[in-house]
């Protein structure tokens, strides 16, 4: 699956991280960074991690 | 089998999301018209530039939920298993209370001023805050100091007024509630506080102690009342939100024994009232934005669990969290600040800072301003047992 973060929206709250540590982070800066693609096994992770971001920008697309 | 939802905010819409991937029939009904949007914009950038409920829309998982939208719920009756609209009534297996709160309006007289709950509210606000403009907001909670720092961003003059001694004084406490006050002054922003409102004018307030307030736009944001009048007469515990247990199921003070009583009856969001053994067994209800997904979640095993003669572990231990950008902070905070003693934990009370909410000898919540990354450590210590680290598990 695609994953897009629209960060016009995002306000690096790092919710997302809790929920899917693998493929969202925040660096050093407290920044997010991201993975463009996950693998179809994190997709309850991902779809948590789009449910609990305050901003709601993250969108996935399922392959 | 049947699920009814009452309440289409973003509680409803996690229960009914949990509960048909549970594999069963869900209704979600909402009094307003729109399918389940974001609101913490409203106070932000959806004041700045028009938003419509379409712009704010929460992404629905799902495209087998049913809704029924602007259609307000009157009634409940528990013994027949419905819920009773204006010309109709809707059947239920079991029911998830969701209906949220609305703005607490002060007993004072005169002409009543604006709130901001819905997106028409905001719109409503947003076009009558052109600059130049008097800007005064009764309350100084999340949204009366959110609307403040947006509006002084839209070039209106602000005053605040508030009963309490600082802005935000009850989820952060003074010192931090003072730091707040004071980034709010350096943006320009007046404050009146320690002073409630006697009388609304068409040009302005009259204070308790005799001043008088004048401005062209006045915002009351005085708090919320749940929306739980609907249920009444069913033997519900109604005096705070819906009293539930651990569960989320709805206590009841009659007898069981009717047929009735056998429905399983939820409450998840805002108005649900239940002990969180993550800090102790006290119900009480939680106004915070990550409450709705965590609860709906909950209520949707809960309710597969009981329909399916099973007994849901009472193991719910929801980490409360909620954010608030104002000028350029960002504060953020994990766990039940509210129940502690705060002390600076890195920082300033008037800069960037963490503070630590201890009661006892127990970390029981934490804010931080523009210490996103830092914060994040702390989230597993927060707590009084040691499994602290598994929120929001079900």
């Known amino acids: 699956m695609k994953i897009i973060v629209d960060l016009d929206k995002c306000q690096n709250y790092g919710q997302c991280t809790f929920e899917a540590p693998t493929v969202f982070a925040l660096d050093n800066d407290g920044v997010l960074v991201y993975q463009t693609e996950a693998d179809s096994a994190l997709a309850d992770d991902v779809n948590a991690a789009a449910d609990v971001c305050p901003m709601q920008a993250i969108t996935i697309i399922h392959d | 089998m ?8 973003l509680a409803g819409l996690r229960a009914a999301e949990a509960v048909r991937g549970h594999g069963l029939a869900v209704t979600v009904l909402g009094d307003e018209r729109h399918l389940p949007y974001n609101r913490p914009p409203l106070s932000k950038a959806a004041l700045r530039e028009s938003a419509t409920a379409a712009d704010l829309a929460f992404r629905i998982r799902r495209d087998d939920l049913g809704w029924r939208l602007g259609q307000p719920v009157v009634g409940l009756d528990l013994y027949r298993r419905e819920v009773l609209l204006a010309d ?6 079991a029911l998830i209370i969701a209906t949220g709160i609305r703005p607490r309006v002060l007993p004072v007289p005169g002409p009543p001023p604006m709130v901001l709950r819905t997106v028409e509210d905001a719109e409503a606000l947003r076009r009558a805050l052109t600059p130049g403009r008097r800007l005064l907001i009764i309350g100084a909670g ?3 100091c959110e609307v403040a720092a947006t509006a002084r961003a839209m070039g209106c003059a602000v005053t605040v007024c508030a009963a309490d001694a600082e802005p ?5 406490g003074e010192h931090l509630g003072a730091g707040l006050r004071r980034r709010h002054e350096q943006a320009g922003v007046e404050f009146h506080l320690g002073v409630g409102v006697s009388g609304y004018e068409p040009s302005g307030v009259t204070l308790s102690d005799g001043r008088t307030l004048t401005a062209d736009v006045i915002l009351s944001a005085v ?16 005096v705070d939100g819906v009293l539930t247990d651990n569960r989320l199921c709805a206590v009841r003070t009659t007898a069981a024994g009717e047929e009735g009583a056998e429905a399983p009856v939820l409450a998840v969001g805002d108005i649900a009232r239940f002990p969180n053994p993550l800090f102790d067994e006290v119900p009480r209800r939680i106004e915070h934005w990550s409450m709705p997904t965590d609860t709906g979640r909950r209520a949707g095993a809960v309710i597969a669990a009981l329909l399916a003669g099973q007994s849901p572990a009472l193991d719910f231990r929801p980490l409360p969290s909620f954010w608030s950008d104002q000028y350029d902070a960002t ?4 766990g039940m600040p509210a129940l502690g003693v705060p002390t600076l934990a890195s920082g300033s009370w008037d800069g960037d800072c963490i503070v630590e909410y201890h009661r006892d000898d127990v970390l029981v919540g934490v804010v931080g301003v523009n210490r996103t ?13 040691s499994d602290a680290s598994q929120p929001a598990a079900d």
């Open chain 2, 2 to 9: 049947t699920v009814v939802v009452v309440g289409a905010g």
């Open chain 2, 88 to 93: 109709d009534t809707v059947p239920f297996d």
């Open chain 2, 142 to 144: 999340f949204i009366g």
């Open chain 2, 168 to 172: 935000m004084i009850r989820p952060l």
């Open chain 2, 223 to 238: 708090g919320s009342v749940p929306n739980t009048q609907w249920c009444a007469g069913n033997g519900l515990d109604l």
């Open chain 2, 331 to 334: 504060l953020q905070s994990f």
């Open chain 2, 373 to 385: 990354r830092e914060l994040a450590t702390y989230r597993p210590r927060i707590g009084s047992v």
